[in-house]
């Protein structure tokens, strides 16, 4: 008999529910502990039923894809089980017959329990006083296959595929269920989208692609019955060992049952036997090191993504239900990195030694107004391979522990758990905002000594950097040329504890216990060192920072992705405090100072960079004086170093583009950079920001009011 759905099914109904009761009549006979426990208690009934309501809307784990900007490009993926669902109407009839043929042959004939293949089963286990057959049709395949995706907890995984009598019949109990809930195209369809067909192969989408390099759409009869026939044992039957003599028996056993139920005539059938299994093979990338070798640099913004994606309360209670969520979610992520921008930051980190210096030279650029990360990089090759990399240069730390260079996976940039790099007069940003946006003028004035002895921090006694930079400053000379005692003097005008809350507002987090304890509210008064910038923080903190000063004092946090959609092409959102639903990957934004002390930062940090103020006077000279004439357009930043230049930094932006650099031995903190190198960083954010705003139009900073000019 042909099997065609419905015609047939109707037909036989009457016989059915017959049939069905009798089916479990055979099954409570062959099952007796089942009907001796009082399956058909109210209790259990329910429960049987809450589940089955439960698996009408279940799906199964899904892939997750991260796709460059261009939103086509992809870079990687993250699974436990790589599975792309697939309607019925995108796979080939061929695998559809194929799978029906091999598993379950009179599918659209039963309700759910096929009564047949129950007596057959319990005729051929009473003679083997054993179980020599199952009964399993593809309605109760399927159902232990979601009960065991949809599992929360080991105790739900056991249940749902251990082997006993009360499993199975509880198992065909919610068969019958189901099929009165879905079709059975409905429940073909899920079917195929949850079996397991070996090599990592969930589903028929991904066993299509990783077998044969297709879609199930093109399977021909021979792939189709190759897959099909895996279903029963991935392992036993898999087409890409060494030997293909079982693979290919299985294929001929389904390409014969293929004939017996009317699919294929006889002669196909047989035809089709004689060819060979032809295997085109994928490896499915999994995870940020698994990106293609032309996006290798991409790969420390993937893994800033996951980092950021764990910290989002959106996909769960915590990070391992997080990354559950994208492992199993079905995601579709674009990363918001600008190729052109990402390009020009390659190209002006550590581009003359990208493999042989412990020192690490990395920048990242940010976009004021949206927080959204535009480039990542760093001279360092992503990868877990760390077989040929040299000895770690700390001298606490084991010889067998390896430097993380050439080849890391370390988050080097920000966004992971590592503390950053202290960076230097970078931090000076933060007093001179604070004093600022409480209405101390950019006219400030004080006559700053080669050293000075502060009161307010019980004596401590700094210094500036060079004599030079003694003499009566104000904020745009003294940013200009980072005179240490200026600030220090600035500091204490203002409070340190409210530029140390400043920078909290600004996207700073303090990962070390030396920095959380300054930095806590009964310390944080007397921190004087923190506009000296004592205190570690990350290229992708320092960037989004300054970003905010060029958005005239609205922060953005940080944000590695333009879209985030859920697996039904819909944007992914989450609620806010006050109830407010939002898209995750909108960006999220605050005003955190007022727009004329931003400006009136933006002005006095024109100084360091060789530019020109639009309300004062730099004072003769500076730090970085020749960063605007390599950005050919309006530009304000700020140098920084540490002791014995142990590292060194750059922060600079324009309107359009904020970036932060820095060089330092990770590894190593008191291995110095030196001030040889301290460079470095300046042109390598200078050089970035040009290329990446060559063509653009120039805009111009908004000079301050004259009220805050003073």
């Keep these: 008999m042909s099997n065609r759905p419905l015609t047939a099914a109707g037909r036989l109904l009457p ?60 870079l ?29 042959s009179r599918f659209y004939q039963h309700g759910g329990v096929d009564p047949k293949g129950v007596a057959r089963a319990f005729v051929a286990n009473a003679r083997s006083s ?11 395949q399927y159902v232990r296959m979601a009960l065991r995706d949809s599992a929360t907890t080991p105790k739900e995984v056991q249940e749902a595929t251990e082997q006993t009598s009360i499993r199975k019949v509880k198992e065909m109990r919610m068969a019958i269920d189901l099929e009165k809930e879905l079709s059975k195209p409905e429940i073909l369809e899920r079917y195929l989208n949850s079996a397991y067909f070996g090599h990592r192969a969930y589903g028929i989408y ?28 991935p392992s036993q039957y898999d087409p890409a060992s060494s030997d293909q003599k079982d693979a290919t028996a299985r294929r001929n056993y389904v390409l014969d049952r293929m004939a017996q139920v009317g699919y294929l005539s006889s002669d196909t059938a047989t035809a089709l036997k004689r060819e060979p299994i032809r295997l085109k093979l994928t490896d499915p990338p999994n995870d940020c090191a698994a990106i293609p070798e032309e996006y290798n640099s991409w790969g420390f913004a993937c893994d800033y993504f996951k980092n950021w994606w764990s910290a989002q309360p959106a996909f769960g209670a915590n990070r391992l239900e997080r990354m559950d969520k994208l492992r199993r979610g079905g995601y579709r992520a674009v990363l918001s990195l600008d190729p052109k921008i990402q390009e020009a930051a390659e190209n002006n980190v550590g581009a003359k030694d990208r493999t042989g210096s412990p020192f690490a030279n990395g920048i990242v650029v940010a976009e004021p107004g949206t927080g959204r990360v535009k480039a990542m990089a760093v001279n360092r090759t992503y990868s877990l391979d760390l077989a040929e990399n040299p000895p770690s240069s700390n001298p606490e730390a084991s010889p067998k522990v390896k430097a993380n260079f050439p080849n890391t996976v370390a988050p080097l940039l920000g966004g ?52 030079a930079m003694s003499g009566t400053q104000t904020m745009w000379s003294g940013f200009g040329k980072s005179v240490n005692t200026y600030f220090v003097w600035l500091e204490e005008q203002v409070g340190a504890d409210r530029a140390v809350r400043l920078a909290e507002q600004l996207g700073l987090r303090w990962r070390t216990d030396v920095d959380r304890k300054h930095a806590a509210p009964e310390n944080a008064k007397k921190w004087g060192a923190f506009t000296l910038g004592v205190s570690d923080a990350t290229p992708l903190e320092m960037a989004n920072a300054y970003a905010a000063i060029a958005a005239d004092g609205r922060y953005c946090e940080a944000m ?5 959609n859920n697996r039904d092409g819909t944007p992914a959102v989450f609620r806010t405090a006050s109830g407010i639903e939002r898209e995750v990957a909108k960006p999220r934004c605050r005003q955190v100072v007022n727009a004329d002390a931003a400006r009136a930062a933006t002005d006095a940090a024109r100084c360091p960079t060789g530019d020109s103020p639009a309300k004062g006077g730099c004072g003769g000279w500076s730090t970085a004086d020749s960063v605007r004439g390599t950005v050919g357009r309006p530009v304000a930043g700020k140098t920084g170093t540490t002791d014995s230049t142990r590292s060194a930094w750059f922060v600079g932006y324009t309107p359009e583009l904020a970036a932060a650099s820095f060089i330092s031995d990770p590894d190593n903190p008191f291995n110095a950079v030196g001030d040889g190198q301290s460079q470095i960083p300046i042109e390598a954010v200078a050089q970035t920001l040009r290329d990446a705003l060559k063509d653009r139009p120039v805009r111009q900073f908004t000079p301050p009011s004259d009220a805050i000019v003073g």
């Design 15 to 74: 016989l059915l529910r017959i049939g069905l009761i009798a089916g479990i009549v055979v099954a409570a006979a062959a099952y007796p502990l089942a009907a001796a426990t009082g399956l058909g208690a109210k209790a259990t009934a329910h429960a049987v039923e809450a589940k089955t309501k439960l698996l009408t809307t279940a799906l199964p784990a899904e892939t997750s894809y991260l796709y460059a900007p261009d939103g086509t490009t992809l």
């Design 130 to 140: 054993g179980v020599s057959q199952g009964a399993s049709t593809l309605t109760m």
């Design 560 to 564: 590695p992705v333009q879209l985030i």
């Design 416 to 467: 992971g758990d590592l503390p950053g790099y202290q960076a230097g007069s970078t931090f000076k940003m933060f007093p001179m905002l604070a004093a600022l946006d409480a209405g101390m003028p950019l006219s400030t004035t004080f006559n700053a000594p080669h050293r000075y002895r502060s009161e307010i921090y019980d004596g401590w006694s700094p210094s500036n950097a060079s004599g």
């Design 206 to 233: 991904a066993a299509s692609e990783i077998f044969f390099s297709k879609t199930p759409k093109d399977l021909s009869p021979v792939e189709a019955a190759t897959l099909a026939g895996l279903v029963k044992s």
């Design 76 to 104: 990687t993926m993250f699974y436990e089980e790589y599975r792309q669902y697939t309607k019925l109407s995108d796979m080939s009839p061929n695998i559809q017959q194929a799978i029906v043929a091999a598993e379950d």
